[in-house]
């Protein structure tokens, strides 16, 4: 059985501007001159950031050369706390921000075994095994998790939910893994937090784990 659990809620969808996004200061993992990384609003999968830059934006090029130098050293910071903190299999990084309405950012999104189980077991996702080339594998690739995630995790009416979520814990967890060597500035200060739920989320991960 996948160690997931459904939940009827779907959140507040966390639409950007043109000026930027601010999310709320409970979700903000690290706040830097030009950079926001908080936690998705939406998707109760623990890790799944997102980075917004301070200023907004739709391109690259409307960006700074003090953000566009930010950039890979926090994407940098953001992958390797995930890693360290819930031992992911995999972890994606994608550019979002083409929907009118939304400035440029990124989406952080960790895949752990239950969720590659979830996938393969779900019989909306059946479908997927006849569109697969074999000259290019016959396995679940970053386009289908992602589909999977958005329809099934976030817009959903009975979203999916990782098993003995906490936003609270997982958020604190990541600011004290990321922030403890930045120089960053992150309100409130990071405290070690100490969760059953992120303990056995994390033990079934590092039990459970397949790498591809």
Known sequence: MPEASRDSSLGTFAKTNPMGFTPPESSIILRSPHWILNHNLDAKIPGYLMLSPVSGGSEFHDLSEAALTELGPILSKATKGIQVCFKPDYIFTSRYGVTPGFALHFHIIPIYSWIKDMLKEHPRYRYLDSLYNPDFGTTPDAAD????????????????????????????????????????????????????????????????????
Do not use: C, M
């Not at 990782?162 to 967890?173: H, P, R």
């Not at 989320?201 to 039990?207: E, I, K, N, V």
């Open 145 to 212: 998790f992602t589909l999977f995630i958005w329809r099934e995790f976030i817009e959903s009416k009975t979203p999916l939910a990782a098993a003995g979520f906490s936003f609270d814990d997982i958020v604190t967890t990541l600011r004290y893994e990321i922030t403890k060597k930045a120089n960053h500035a992150v309100q409130p200060t990071p405290t070690r937090v100490t969760s059953p739920a992120l303990a056995s989320l994390a033990g079934r991960s590092r039990a459970t784990g397949r790498g591809g």
